[in-house]
Structures are given as C-alpha cells and as structure tokens.
C-alpha cells in the first residue's frame, strides 16, 4: 500500500521531474520498476501516451501536490512498534 506522501526515493523522482518537461527514462535517477510502477499507479507521473517516445515520463498536478505535503516525523519509536500498553 502506498502512503498518502512521498517516500524518500519518491521524493527524490518528484524533484527531479519538477521542471515539468518530458524525460526519458535513462536520464531519471536509477529508478527500478517498482518504484516507478508505484509512482505511476498513484498518479504523480504519467508516462507519455505517444508510442515513439513510450520512455518518456512528466510530473502530474498530483505529483507537485504530493511533492510539497510534509513528511511526518516521529519522536521516539514509531507507532508500528509502539506497545500495546
């Protein structure tokens, strides 16, 4: 499951499209298929819709959205790892 804001290496992706231009694939930080996939399937970049240049990948609205939320911070342990008491 994906969380409401940018992981680290989202984040990372995010600023790097922030230009807003079109750009390939080879020149995005190296990116594995899972994150990208993640990216894409919550709608914070899309992949050009044009066959002839099918590598090529835009920040969306959604993205810049995410991109600015803050990341929360957490004091001390995290909650997944919180006692039950």
Known sequence: M????PTYRQR???????QGDWVPILKLIP???KLLGNLL???????S???NTGDLYRITEAGRI??????PVWKGRTPSRADPS
């Open 12 to 18: 990372e992706v995010l600023q790097f499209l922030m």
């Open 41 to 47: 399937q919550v709608g914070w970049i899309e992949r």
């Open 31 to 33: 990116v594995g298929d």
């Open 2 to 5: 994906t969380k409401p804001y």
């Open 66 to 71: 995410a991109f600015r939320m803050p990341v």
């Open 49 to 51: 819709p044009d066959l």
